[in-house]
């Protein structure tokens, strides 16, 4: 007897850019919705904010198969001298994307994915949703036409699994704009119903951030992880060369302490009152020394008026300052 041979045809497979916000959300489900095996991966880097939690939840709660990529020390050479510039902070948006793609079409090579999917909409963000940047977006990433936006796919060029028939042109979109009320109204329709508020998503369009790092990058011209992870915490001053970084609660302590001890870095807290740590980026010659055992006195607990010991430790070497708390007006001279 003859067995049966199966004439079912393989299901398409895509692989969602998947940030978590709701967007790509929409886009996910969407495409799950047309019948194709979907699969998602997440990029972050150091200057992330988004919910890893909602990321997790809902790709569980779909079944779908999660990738997370880290974007470390690539993504930091690119932010200090993006080929098509920034947005309207530090944001290059255009180079973190094509950067993006690169990294999903290396990866759906892997999982034998047939096309690529994200949540872009159509003049949604100024320097990389345009209609003419999007399509340059994706022609330098290597990936002419084989990028589906399923929000705005009926407002953009017909792509390969369209013309494939892996996906069908008229169950996708023409979603168009900034306003978010037609994503949320598809939501509804949806039935999903948790998903984060809108946020950018990167500290680089945060204007203060973006200060912080301009100042970082005038005076070091380089930006390693570690950069990374100091811009984003505390209080910063510029003494001479050198960055002192101030504590704001317990768990900048912890932090600022833990990056000190890995990287041989000096730091000071006030003796005997409840304070800040303070960390030094830098070689920490003496009136640096003295200059930031005074602002760490001006943000503890010790009497101002009085001579507060500072105990600095660096590579379990010690030493103690006695100094009087910095006056605010010349605290606010090296406040970065």
Known sequence: MLSKVSTKAKKPKALVLFSGGLDSTLAMKLTVDQGVDVEAVHFSTPFSTTNEQFIDKFCKGMCIRLHKIFLGQEF????????????????????????????????????????????????????????????????????????LRPLSAKLLPETEPEKKGLVRREDLLGV?????????????????????????????????????????????????????????????????????????????????????????????????????????AGRADPETLEKAAAITARYSDSPKTATAKVRCTRKQKERILEVVSIEDEEARRFSV
């Open 176 to 280: 168009k704009g900034r306003r978010r009320l037609p994503q949320m109204e598809l939501a509804k329709k949806l039935g999903i119903k948790e998903y984060p508020s809108p946020s950018g998503g990167c500290l680089l369009t945060d204007p203060r951030f973006a200060d912080r790092l301009r100042e970082h990058l005038k005076h070091e011209r380089r930006l390693s992880l570690k950069d990374a992870e100091l811009l984003k915490v505390g209080r910063h001053f510029r003494i001479g060369k050198d960055k002192v970084i101030v504590g704001r609660n317990e768990e900048e302590n912890r932090r600022l302490l833990s990056i000190a001890e890995k990287n041989g870095l000096a730091c000071m807290e006030v003796i005997g009152y409840m304070g800040p740590l303070t960390l030094i």
């Open 76 to 147: 930091l050479k690119m932010v200090i001298r993006p080929h098509h510039g920034y947005g309207s902070r530090m944001n290059p948006c255009m180079d973190c994307r094509i950067l993006m793609l690169k990294k999903a079409d290396e990866l759906s090579k892997k999982i034998g994915a047939d096309f690529l999917v994200t949540g872009e909409v159509l003049d949604e963000r100024p320097f990389s949703q345009k209609r003419d940047l999007m399509l340059l977006i994706e022609r330098e990433a290597g990936l002419d036409g084989k990028v």
